[in-house]
């Protein structure tokens, strides 16, 4: 729930998110971008914490998940641009162009930001909420290529565009971090804005076609591979 505190509620549109969780495997690592609604959530953490190992999250965000149960062992806290090894990958947390908080007095108490995740043949970009600036071409040129570029793509709107991109500044924040595949997020899950929600994938598809940047959309829960081309308009079946 993206807004758990009243009179006006924004449900996931996925009714069975929780029950998902169940049926998932042992989890080495969860990684969190910033502690909004939309992306900490308490009955998903609950759910999550009997079958993670660790929670790898930004700078101030440790707080809500031990006063939610979780063992402050279990936890690393890390700044942007700070890179760490778990495995035979290395996790590196990016600046992006947002904001953090969870109510009126904790604005800014944690950081917020993207994650690059890479192993010793394959890299994946993560951009987290952001407003289009010029850190998308700072870590493209740190940590570029990537084969998948998993980018923010919806939600906007005029008044609030320093915090989140239109579809066409996707494609360019992809364009910019030297992504070989964008798949667009931050779309198919609320209604957090005023835009219908098939505008932002809509305008991206159109947009990346345009600058010929190679995309995915996979429909909620698939699994895809490194070797897939070919993009799923799933969302044209609803309305």
Request: aromatic residues 14%; hydrophobic residues 40%.
């Amino acid at each position: 729930d993206a807004s758990p505190v009243g009179p006006i509620r924004t449900k996931r549109f996925s009714k069975d998110s929780l029950h998902i969780i169940d049926e998932l495997p042992a989890i080495d690592a969860v990684l969190l971008t910033h502690d909004h609604y939309d992306h900490l959530d308490f009955g998903s953490i609950r759910d999550l914490k009997q079958k993670v190992t660790c929670f790898l999250v930004p700078l101030g965000v440790g707080r809500h998940l031990e006063h939610w149960g979780i063992d402050k062992y279990m936890i690393t806290e890390v700044d942007w641009w700070q890179e760490l090894q778990l495995f035979d990958l290395y996790f590196i947390f990016t600046p992006s162009r947002h904001f953090s908080g969870r109510g009126a007095f904790d604005r800014a108490k944690s950081l917020w930001g993207g994650w690059v995740i890479k192993s010793s043949k394959h890299s994946i970009y993560w951009s987290g909420d952001s407003g289009y600036d010029a850190h998308f071409k700072t870590i493209g040129e740190k940590y570029g290529p990537f084969d998948w570029g998993f980018i923010e793509c919806g939600q906007y709107n005029e008044r609030w565009h320093l915090i989140h991109m239109y579809p066409e500044d996707s494609v360019c924040a992809a364009r910019d971090a030297k992504v070989i595949k964008a798949i667009p997020i931050h779309w198919g899950a609320f209604g957090l804005a005023l835009h219908h929600w098939k505008e932002p994938i809509t305008r991206f598809v159109l947009e990346a076609e345009q600058k010929q940047q190679a995309f995915l959309t996979p429909a909620p829960g698939a699994v895809i591979n490194l070797d897939m081309n070919t993009s799923d308009s799933w969302w044209k079946s609803y309305e």
